[in-house]
């Protein structure tokens, strides 16, 4: 099969799911039409960061009317397509085409592109809310209506979505991360790399890093933000902990590459999200209320970080490894062609 995934790589899913399926002996492309330093950009990138909207759209549309229709699946992310103008009828332009013509169409949902379409609205109190500036509901309507298979990365989502099939975040080459359990000796080095400040409930982990330190507790935050993901690789292997988010209620990619280097991760997990899965994570379960005194737990308890640190490692290479999640999707795939 010959595979297009498209037209963003929100954590490096896309591109992780990329390489698996060319391991399974697949050809598969990520193009990419946003250009971030937090991700990778697809083999085929459309970014155009410096060039006018003139040029942009042309690139995406001599695209469009060539090698767009050489694939044999088309795999979409975030609720977006390539020719994807605003929120009315100019909106998935290329999607709704392509199952019109009834190519195999596939969509992954990864957080907020459609946690606000849940009833009552997305739960995260959120400081910036850009989801709402535009009303994309007619949007995922038409996602849900016309694709083939609709995936989401997280639990929660489900609320959104609850006829979507959950497949976990995909990272490439778990296995082959080398391990950096955490020291136990030194002064307690905690790690938050939150791609929003608001969204991750970052405040109320500064906060209580800061109070400890000036309790006179061996404690160390860095923060990190911004920065390019093999600078933010680096910096999670001198991690001794590695806190995720404390409002969303499940964890994200990071908290992931966190565990793969065997650090423990404290995150916040909804025990109604947990009932969804099934393999509950080792992570350290924290929130607003508890977490100055959850890592004033972990100070006292140093010594049990390394095991912690492998537990968590072990969780991930089973539940997460990309090579697993792209034999499931090479069947999805088949399972939609033999049936056209």
């Not at 459309?46 to 006018?52: F, G, P, Q, V």
């Not at 969204?199 to 109070?211: H, P, T």
């Not at 964890?251 to 999200?273: F, S, T």
């Not at 929130?287 to 959850?294: A, G, R, S, Y």
């Amino acid at each position: 099969m010959k595979i297009l995934h498209l037209p963003y790589n929100d954590a490096n899913v896309a591109w992780s799911q990329v390489h698996a399926l060319r391991d399974c002996g697949q050809i598969s492309d990520l193009l990419t039409v946003f250009n971030s330093p937090l991700v990778e950009m697809g083999n085929i990138d459309l970014s155009l960061t410096n060039a006018n909207s003139l040029v942009r759209n042309a690139k995406k549309w001599t695209f469009f009317l060539s090698r767009f229709w050489s694939y044999d699946v088309l795999h979409y992310h975030s609720g977006r397509s390539l020719l994807d103008y605003g929120a009315g009828r100019f909106s998935l332009l290329d999607f709704r085409i392509a199952t019109k013509r009834r190519l195999p169409a596939f969509m992954t949902f990864h957080g907020c592109d459609v946690r606000d379409f849940q009833e009552g609205k997305c739960p995260i109190p959120c400081g910036n809310p850009v989801c709402r500036l535009v009303d994309r509901s007619d949007c995922i309507c038409t996602i849900i209506s016309n694709a083939d298979r609709c995936y989401v990365t997280t639990p929660d989502l489900l609320s959104a979505l609850p006829d979507a099939t959950y497949m976990p975040q995909s990272v490439y080459n778990l296995s082959d991360v080398h391990p950096t359990p955490p020291s136990v000796h030194d002064t307690l080095r905690v790690v938050h790399m939150p791609s929003s400040t608001s969204i991750k409930g970052s405040s109320f982990i500064i906060n209580a890093c800061s109070e400890l330190a000036c309790e006179g507790y061996d404690i160390e935050l860095v923060l990190v933000k911004g920065i390019p993901h093999p600078e933010a690789l680096a910096i999670l292997d001198t991690a001794d902990i590695v806190v995720d988010q404390l409002l969303v209620g499940w964890y994200g990619v990071q908290a992931i590459e966190a565990a793969a280097r065997a650090k423990p991760v404290v995150v916040y997990l909804n025990e109604e999200y947990l009932r969804r899965v099934d393999n509950r994570p080792p992570f350290v379960n924290a929130n607003p209320e508890n977490i100055k005194e959850t890592l004033r737990n972990l100070l006292a308890h140093k010594s049990g970080l390394v095991a912690l640190g492998k537990e968590c490692r072990d969780y991930v290479l089973f539940n997460h490894d990309a090579k697993r999640h792209a034999g499931r999707l090479v069947k999805d795939y088949e399972d939609v062609l033999g049936g056209r």
